[in-house]
C-alpha cells in the first residue's frame, strides 16, 4: 500500500531564517506531487505542483520554492522566511492517470517568529 | 474561473442529530467533486467521492449526491456522532489542462454528546 510521509511535524523558526520541508511518498512510482499551505481558520492553497523529476509548476508567487530531486521526493524551501509563512503545509500525491484522487501527508505546522 | 463553496461553520449539533454541509461550485465542463475530512491536527482523508452527474458517493454514513442542475454536492448524514467533529473541504477537480483540486474554504463540525 502506498504511504506518505512529512517532516518535521512541527517547527518554530524565527524570521529570515531558512526552510526545510521534505514529503516522501513510498508504494507508488512516478506520482503527481503537491504542497498545500492551510493557513489559520482558511482553506487550503495550492502552492506548488510536480509531475516529475525537476518539473515544478508554482501557483502562487512568494518567497517559497520547490524541488523534486527523485521521483518520490519532494521538498518546500525558503531562503528566509516571513511572518505570514506561518501555517500547516500539507504534502499530497496523486497517480498520474484515472479519477487523480489526491492522497495527503499528516502535514507540518510551522510556525514562525 | 473555478471555484467551491461552502457553507460557514461551525456546524454545531447534538450526538445522533442530522448533517447536512451545502457545497456548490462553479466549474467549466464536468468536473469531479469530493469531500474531505480533516480531524484536529491530522492530514487531510478523502471521504467520498462523484465523477459524474446523479452519482451518489457515499462512505462511513455519509453521502452526497452530484447535482448538476443545481451545480452543487451537499454532504449528508443521518445520525452524526462526537468522532465524526472534524472541518469538512468539498474540492472539485477540473477537467482541463492540468488536472487539480480546487477546495472550498471547509466547515467546521461540533458534536456534543
Known amino acids: 500500500s502506498q504511504t506518505i510521509h512529512q517532516w518535521p511535524a512541527t517547527l518554530v523558526q524565527p524570521v529570515g531564517s531558512p526552510l526545510s520541508l521534505e514529503c516522501t511518498v513510498e508504494?507508488?512510482?512516478?506520482?503527481?506531487l503537491y504542497w498545500y499551505r492551510q493557513a489559520a481558520g482558511r482553506g487550503l492553497q495550492l502552492l506548488f505542483y510536480?509531475?516529475?523529476?525537476?518539473?515544478i509548476s508554482s501557483e502562487v508567487p512568494q518567497n517559497l520554492s520547490a524541488s523534486r530531486p527523485q521521483d518520490r521526493q519532494f521538498i518546500l524551501s525558503s531562503k528566509k522566511l516571513l511572518l505570514s509563512d506561518s501555517g500547516f503545509y500539507l504534502c499530497?500525491?496523486?497517480?498520474?492517470?484515472?479519477?487523480?484522487?489526491?492522497?495527503f501527508g499528516p502535514g507540518t505546522r510551522l510556525t514562525v517568529t | 474561473g473555478n471555484s467551491v463553496t461552502q457553507m460557514e461553520g461551525p456546524v454545531t449539533l447534538s450526538e445522533e442529530a442530522f448533517l447536512t454541509i451545502n457545497c456548490t461550485y462553479t466549474a467549466t465542463g464536468y468536473p469531479s467533486l469530493f469531500w474531505y475530512v480533516q480531524y484536529p491536527g491530522e492530514g487531510l482523508q478523502l471521504l467520498l467521492k462523484?465523477?459524474?452527474?446523479?452519482d451518489k458517493g457515499s462512505n462511513k454514513g455519509f453521502e452526497a449526491t452530484y447535482r448538476k442542475e443545481t451545480t452543487s454536492f451537499h454532504l449528508e448524514k443521518g445520525s452524526v456522532q462526537v468522532s465524526d467533529s472534524a472541518v469538512y473541504f468539498c474540492a472539485l477537480r477540473t477537467n482541463t489542462g492540468f488536472q487539480k483540486l480546487v477546495f472550498g474554504t471547509g466547515t467546521r463540525l461540533l458534536v456534543s454528546p
Open positions: 499530497a500525491w496523486s497517480v498520474r492517470a484515472g479519477t487523480y484522487e489526491q492522497y
Open positions: 508504494g507508488t512510482s512516478n506520482p503527481n
Open positions: 462523484a465523477t459524474k452527474a446523479d
Open positions: 510536480s509531475v516529475g523529476i525537476g518539473q
